[in-house]
């Protein structure tokens, strides 16, 4: 039981009832909308079912609970059946992280140094290293750029000569890059067996520069040369 205060369609009153639990019930024709239990646990819909909670709860499902649940930890908590949390959030003092759960295990964490960890295959989470810069160009003609990702434009230095100029600079030139590309069908000739590269010759905290070419069938020289798709990625 607990003591209530009942907003009661019959009779049209405040009702008030009283007993020793030390439980508030605040109702509303006769039906319990939020329960303070002794420890000031707040209900919404429901009992609380933990300490330091605020439970919000549809029917006897219990969507959504916001839990503080000691000095070192603090929690949202999605789909909360007894034990059973299906998406949790929580912020933790002692590492000063924010951790994500899905079905009882962690998926993904901020850490204290705003690195971003998450769990794909790997069996626990492990720092994600984002892709910083990336872009897809025609390199033939009038140099166009087909899709990219913090790229504000390349620079035609002449034949098989790019310079890929970033939006947002690098902290500093210590980045690592992939490249590819290729050459089409040339005039004439299929390009079978043919090499072609792209390769960076200079970097800088804005900008990486590439150097495209390929071989010749005869001789097989390697030689500087225009590429139809040029792609490179960056990766800090």
Known sequence: ??????????????????????????????????TIDASQNVGIGSTPVNSRRLTLNTSTQTDLSIVAGSTNYA??????????NKGIISYYN??????????ASERMRIDSSGNLLFNSGYGS?????????????????????????????????GTGDYTVNFTTAMPDVNFGFTTGGDRGA???????????????????????????????????IVAPEDQLHVCVAIFR
């Open 1 to 34: 039981m607990a003591s209530s205060i009942n907003a009661s369609t019959s009779p049209a009153a405040i009702v008030q009832t009283a007993d020793g639990t030390g439980i508030l019930a605040l109702q509303t024709g006769n039906t319990t909308a939020v």
């Open 75 to 84: 929690q949202l908590l999605f789909g909360y059946t007894g034990a059973d």
């Open 94 to 103: 002692n590492d000063n992280s924010m951790q994500f759960y899905t079905n």
């Open 125 to 157: 989470a492990a720092v994600a290293y984002g892709c910083r810069a990336w872009v897809n160009f025609n390199g033939t003609g009038t140099v166009a750029i087909r899709g990219s990702g913090n790229v504000s434009s390349i620079t035609d230095n």
């Open 186 to 220: 040339g005039a004439g000739e299929t390009r079978a067996n043919q090499l072609s590269f792209v390769s960076a010759k200079d970097r800088g905290t804005g900008y990486v520069r590439l150097a495209t070419g390929g071989t010749n069938t005869t001789p097989s």
